[in-house]
């Protein structure tokens, strides 16, 4: 038996760029950290804040916008765009997606965040009920298939493994994750 060389090291790189072409929507509840996330990956990303005005019929008594979602799929195009992260928390709404990615946060992280922001305490606890109940997850579900539908914690995650985690989406390295369930976080309020 003839003994080849020795065997050269296959380097490991690490994964930066995203490979694939595809649509897709990083959404979340408000201070989950979509546009700090979608800031450092290496796709075009559309901001639906900047949209606003125009994908909606104004603002309530609470100054909230009111969201027309056949208004956001006429002004947003995401069909022939390929390499864009659709960044907002109503992205999930988006025709044409490929991947839904939504960023989750434990409700009183979430909650800590969302002061620093200077949310009214009101907008806080909403916040932190829709979080809690899985409302943004739950919604993304009933407009996708539930294979195309990703959930990242950023509780605690850097900024740089939450990128890290997106493009492994994005290239398919993850097909599937763990559902993130903070249901239970809403008996410690009552």
Same mark, same amino acid.
């Given at each position: 038996?003839? %003994?080849?060389?020795?065997? +050269?090291?296959?380097?490991?790189?690490?994964?930066? !760029?995203?490979?694939? $072409? @595809?649509?897709?929507?990083? =959404?979340? /509840?408000?201070?989950? #950290? +979509? =546009?700090?996330?979608?800031?450092?990956?290496?796709?075009?990303? @559309?901001? *639906?804040?900047?949209?606003?005005?125009?994908?909606?019929?104004? !603002?309530?008594?609470?100054?909230?916008?009111?969201?027309?979602?056949?208004?956001?799929?006429?002004?947003? *195009? =995401? !069909?022939?765009?390929?390499?864009?992260?659709?960044? #907002?928390?109503?992205?999930?709404?988006?025709?044409? *997606?490929? +991947? &839904?990615?939504?960023?989750?946060?434990?409700?009183?992280?979430?909650?800590?965040?969302?002061?620093? %922001?200077?949310?009214?305490?009101?907008?806080? %606890?909403?916040?932190?009920?829709?979080?809690?109940?899985?409302?943004?997850?739950?919604? $993304? &579900?009933?407009?996708?298939?539930?294979?195309?539908?990703?959930?990242?914690? =950023?509780?605690?995650? /850097?900024?740089?493994? $939450? @990128?890290?985690? @997106?493009?492994?989406?994005?290239?398919? $390295?993850? !097909?599937?994750?763990? %559902?993130?369930?903070?249901?239970? /976080?809403?008996?410690?309020?009552?």
């Amino acid at each position: 038996m003839q %003994r080849q060389g020795p065997r +050269k090291k296959q380097r490991l790189q690490q994964k930066r !760029k995203c490979s694939l $072409s @595809v649509n897709i929507a990083l =959404t979340g /509840t408000p201070g989950t #950290g +979509k =546009t700090s996330l979608s800031s450092k990956v290496d796709y075009n990303t @559309v901001s *639906i804040n900047d949209y606003y005005a125009q994908i909606s019929n104004g !603002k309530d008594e609470e100054n909230n916008w009111l969201i027309d979602l056949d208004k956001l799929n006429e002004i947003i *195009i =995401t !069909k022939n765009q390929p390499n864009t992260i659709f960044e #907002g928390h109503v992205a999930h709404f988006l025709k044409n *997606i490929d +991947k &839904i990615i939504v960023l989750r946060c434990h409700p009183d992280q979430l909650g800590k965040r969302l002061s620093s %922001r200077n949310y009214s305490d009101e907008k806080i %606890r909403e916040n932190m009920e829709a979080e809690a109940l899985n409302i943004i997850y739950e919604e $993304s &579900i009933d407009s996708y298939d539930e294979k195309n539908v990703f959930e990242i914690d =950023t509780s605690k995650m /850097t900024i740089e493994k $939450s @990128v890290e985690k @997106v493009i492994d989406i994005i290239n398919g $390295s993850i !097909k599937s994750n763990k %559902r993130i369930d903070y249901s239970e /976080t809403i008996m410690d309020w009552y």
